[in-house]
């Protein structure tokens, strides 16, 4: 019943928007208006974007707008009988917003006359209604960053993928326009080299209604396309760790070579068909952790720890105690053979293989298991211009995401049986493993199936139109293929295998959730006053069940009212959301924006764990397990900003904006009464959170080789819990669960970032990042005798920064271009950068109970990753 009333409202959403049937996320407009020197508008001027199927006429005010432009560096030409032509290069196009070009013309008696005009972007988008940051693909060349996520920390009101105070899972991260999270767990199934993208686009604020299932932001990956004349890059990285205080560290190594090695080629160019171009890309990643591990012992190792003789049987050899191991590739293709038409299919896949660097292992490094990853996102565009004011987009993608964490492959391994669980002994090395390993065992695989249809319209020369559907169908498998537990027998313990046998080992569980969405945003410019209004309509639904009395939630209760198995609701909601932009003059503007957002919690988190019948055995006075819930209502976000954004120059920009989030319906837990009077937890929607901050940036753009980018965030981000299920761990550690308002555990109140560049264009180029925070939150410790616990998160941790540089030398070699560069990360070797203190100290170097800490004060991996060095060299085909 409940999937039927989803294909009606389906239905009902494609009868109304379809009527009217946006390359959203990869394409943006450009628009602007054409006059003389004595200021009258030119009308039937022809505007073409230079090698694009893409172009406008003037109207009788000179306007005009071109749609559906690829995001990046284009070249437009204008050209008007009587007018010298005018050709602007290395105009910018963002994806989803307008690029203004206002062009004055000169008369001219002579024909084909021209003037060339190098484009400079503006230091402040005036026409922008929210906090939106676009880095170029020229940008990330400059920067000392390896990876999307990297690009992403630099952006203000972010903290360590925390945007504007926010829990993680509440970013949509997509990929030209289309999702790619993982529904298990929000985040994001793919990771991005930087050489793949051509823009970033990081929305940390509100957002327009074709954004969905979030609530704190949207990050939108453009990546490069094919191009007309045939084109290769090719990339090699050599790293090291660096550690001039190596015993600060308790290291007694201080130099690592070749503990990273990046292997990198770019083709791109025609196929041989009429207008088809292709990109491809291949990648190989070895990142080596700084802490190294020695194999004094092997997993099968059988010591005498009654009589503390350890054995070791291992080869001694120093190993990269954890480390990730990544093949990774993006091909494209692109067809735009038929008149108004492109059909592209693409494809982006990961295979990463991992292992966690525990220091507890670090004599029997074997002992660890090790984590697989392969993702793939695949599918196809298909893009047609109806005229030059319209023009709709269909999208297919299959985003496919297996992950998998044990030791041995094979549950019957027979080395499970020789090496058994994780033994250590405290008088030994401060407790390291000497024998056996992990015995946890994990997989989870998404499937999903994602359809999105969008349009655009220019209605008017001043209001513009976006409608859209999506729909996702993720197949959800995660659980533990195969349980390991030690058993008595008549000969002592022996190790036993299960598979799915629930409720106590329930094994791989499946789950097909449905999501649909449709969406409506109008635009409308006034003389550069811009409003941007629109609403989401969201449906979600489990397809699952759970029992319809929670106090029987087992029947195993005599005499109570019998509980039944009942479907789960469908959840409908919609979500407005409105901005304006008011320009006080040419170079400056306020803005405002309000919306509702919504986003359903981890899947993963709602689904584990779900099977009632594992409380069949719950008895008076006992608390029993927290289970999951896959009636859970989308969590909800109320955000409001305002700001203020000033050209103060031609080279200077600046932006301040205040925000408010009201965080309601997040991810939580009950507790439920049976009626025989035992207790259980739940996992429901109880817990809430508000932040209020503001962000300054300031924009300094390249005054001759000089460019410095600037920004602060100030936010207090408050809530009742940092985690869903930590009311239940504060009920089972005998503190107080009931609601109260403390910091997040990410509550940064200041950040602040600089990003500084000196270059002379092909020839060197210089730039340095620096990040700076104040301490986060962390709970003290009190010995005993003094009364009690604090607070949680009453204490700070200190004040931390870090800084990274990257210096690059353009060059020939045989008449190819070369660029030699070194990246520099942590120059100044930080030992500490928002990470572990130590409770009773709050300092991350010495514990008030060194005694009891000795096995952690001996802990390297507790401090932040030492200085890295990188040198590579990038060499390309020719320009011509």
Do not use: C
């Not at 269909?394 to 492959?409: A, G, S």
């Amino acid at each position: 019943m409940g999937f039927q009333r989803f294909i009606a409202a389906a239905g009902l959403a494609l009868a109304l928007l379809l009527p009217l049937a946006s390359h959203a996320g990869t394409t943006g407009k450009i628009s602007g208006r054409l006059i003389d020197k004595a200021k009258q508008p030119l009308p039937g001027a022809n505007i073409a974007v230079v090698g694009q199927q893409l172009g406008a006429a003037s109207d009788a005010d000179g306007r005009f707008a071109i749609l559906n432009v690829p995001a990046g560096t284009v070249t437009v030409k204008i050209q008007l009988i009587g007018y010298k032509a005018v050709t602007t290069t290395n105009l910018v196009v963002t994806a989803d917003n307008t690029t203004r070009l206002d062009v004055t013309l000169e008369e001219s008696v002579v024909a084909m006359q021209e003037v060339v005009v190098r484009a400079t972007r503006p230091v402040i988008e005036v026409n922008q209604t929210s906090t939106i940051s676009t880095v170029t693909r020229e940008q990330l060349q400059a920067l000392p960053v390896q990876e999307l996520s990297d690009v992403v920390n630099l952006q203000a009101g972010v903290v360590d993928g925390h945007f504007r105070g926010g829990r993680t899972g509440e970013v949509q991260y997509q990929v030209d326009g289309v999702t790619v999270n993982n529904s298990y767990n929000n985040a994001s199934s793919l990771k991005l080299d930087r050489s793949l993208l051509e823009e970033v686009q990081v929305i940390s604020g509100t957002f327009d209604a074709e954004y969905g299932q979030a609530l704190s932001g949207v990050v939108n990956a453009v990546l490069k396309s094919g191009t007309d004349r045939f084109q290769w890059d090719a990339e090699v990285l050599q790293g090291a760790y660096v550690y001039p205080g190596a015993k600060d560290r308790a290291l007694e190594y201080s130099f690592r070579p070749f503990a990273q090695q990046n292997y990198q080629v770019n083709l791109s160019g025609p196929v041989g068909l009429p207008k088809t171009n292709f990109l491809v890309s291949g990648r190989h990643y070895r990142f080596d952790n700084a802490i190294l591990g020695t194999r004094r012992f092997v997993p099968g190792d059988s010591s005498d720890f009654q009589n503390k003789v350890f054995i070791g049987t291992g080869d001694g050899k120093e190993v990269a105690l954890g480390y990730s191991h990544e093949y990774s590739g993006v091909a494209k293709i692109s067809n735009k053979s038929f008149e108004n038409i492109e059909i592209a299919y693409q494809a982006v896949g990961n295979l990463i293989e991992g292992r966690r660097g525990e220091w507890a292992y670090r004599f029997n490094p074997d002992g660890l298991s090790t984590q697989r990853t392969f993702s793939l996102v695949h599918g196809i565009d298909f893009t047609q211009t109806l005229s030059r004011t319209t023009y709709y987009s269909l999208r297919v993608r299959q985003n496919y995401f297996d992950y998998h964490d044990w030791l041995y492959d094979n549950l019957f391994d027979p080395r499970y049986d020789e090496a058994g669980p994780p033994l250590g002994d405290s008088d030994f090395e401060n407790g390291a493993v000497v024998q056996g390993g992990q015995f946890s065992r994990f997989q989870q695989t998404t499937n999903a199936i994602v359809l999105k249809g969008s349009f655009s319209s220019q209605v008017t020369r001043d209001q513009q139109v976006k409608l859209g559907l999506e729909f996702q169908a993720p197949k959800l498998r995660f659980g533990v293929p195969g349980y390991l537990r030690y058993v008595a027998d008549s000969t002592g313990q022996a190790l036993r295998r299960y598979f799915s046998d629930p409720p106590e080992f329930p094994g791989i569980q499946e789950y097909l959730p449905v999501q649909f969405a449709a969406y409506a945003q109008d635009e409308l410019e006034w003389n550069d006053l811009v409003l941007r209004a629109g609403a989401r309509f969201e449906f979600f639904d489990a397809r699952s069940s759970l029992p319809s009395d929670l106090a029987n939630p087992a029947n195993s209760i005599s005499g109570a009212p019998q509980s039944v198995s009942v479907a789960t609701s469908n959840k409908f909601y919609l979500a407005p959301r409105v901005g304006i932009s008011y320009p006080i003059d040419k170079r400056s503007a306020l803005f405002f924006a309000y919306g509702h957002f919504y986003q359903m919690p981890p899947l993963g988190d709602a689904f584990t764990n779900a099977d009632y019948s594992l409380l069949r055995d719950l008895q008076a006075g006992v608390v029993g397990p927290v289970m999951g819930n896959p009636d859970i209502r989308p969590e909800a976000t109320v955000q409001y900003q305002a700001g203020y954004k000033n050209a103060l120059s031609p080279d200077v920009g600046l932006d301040v904006t205040v925000f408010y989030k009201d965080i309601r319906d997040l991810l939580g837990v009950e507790f439920i009464d049976t009626y025989n009077g035992a207790q259980y937890g739940r996992l429901t929607n109880v817990d809430f959170g508000n932040v209020v901050g503001f962000t300054l940036s300031l924009d300094h753009r390249a005054l001759g080789p000089l460019a410095v980018t600037t920004d602060y965030t100030w936010q207090l981000a408050e809530g009742n819990s940092s985690d869903p299920r930590e009311t239940a761990t504060r009920a089972s550690a005998g503190e107080d669960p009931r609601p109260r308002l403390v910091p997040f555990n990410w509550d940064q109140r200041h950040t602040f970032n600089v990003t500084a560049s000196l270059t002379r264009p092909q020839n060197y180029l210089i730039s340095a990042v620096l990040r700076a925070g104040s301490g986060q939150p962390y709970t003290p410790a009190i010995e005993s005798g003094f009364g009690g616990g604090l607070e949680t998160n009453s204490g700070r941790k200190p004040t931390s920064w870090t800084l990274d540089l990257r210096a690059e030398k353009s060059m020939t070699l045989g008449g190819l271009p070369l660029q030699g560069f070194a990246r520099v990360f942590n120059v100044t070797d930080q030992r500490y950068f928002n990470g572990f203190v130590f409770a009773n100290s709050g300092s991350p170097y010495y514990s008030r109970t060194p005694g009891p800490d000795a096995g952690i004060l001996n802990d390297p991996t507790r401090f932040y990753a030492p200085r890295r060095i990188e040198i590579g060299f990038n060499i390309k085909s020719p320009s011509k």
